[in-house]
């Protein structure tokens, strides 16, 4: 089991930034695929970003143009790049790694941006 670990979520003024980050504990994490997602009350989880273990990315349109996610390999560790975060974009952070056997997710990290 791959064990993932999140940070970096906080309470923030509208138009601020925020960087999340996951360390993972899986020995093969250059293989995984690593991807963000997050829950707000009351809606669906959905995908935020993705990264591949190529290094291409891929990301919801709400976030395009906002929102950056990287990976170093050497470190286990992807990392959500948040600029002029917006009200809408308060929800629980959750970091996912995804390989042939199945996927593994992080405990979340809760994120809340004020008007």
């Known amino acids: 089991q791959v064990q993932l670990v999140e940070s970096g979520g906080g309470l923030v003024q509208a138009g601020g930034s925020l960087r999340l980050s996951c360390v993972s504990s899986?020995?093969?994490?250059?293989?995984?695929?690593m991807a963000w997602y997050r829950r707000a009350p009351g809606k669906q989880r959905e995908l935020v970003a993705s990264?591949?273990?190529?290094?291409?990315?891929d990301y919801a349109d709400s976030g395009k143009g906002r929102f950056t996610i990287s990976r170093d390999n050497a470190k286990k560790t992807v990392n959500l790049q948040m600029n002029n975060l917006k009200p809408e974009d308060t929800a629980v952070y959750y970091c996912?790694?995804?390989?042939?056997?199945?996927?593994?997710w992080g405990q979340g990290t809760q994120v809340t941006v004020s008007t």
């Open positions: 990264i591949t273990s190529g290094g291409s990315t």
């Open positions: 996912n790694a995804h390989w042939h056997l199945g996927d593994s």
């Open positions: 899986g020995a093969i994490f250059s293989m995984y695929t």
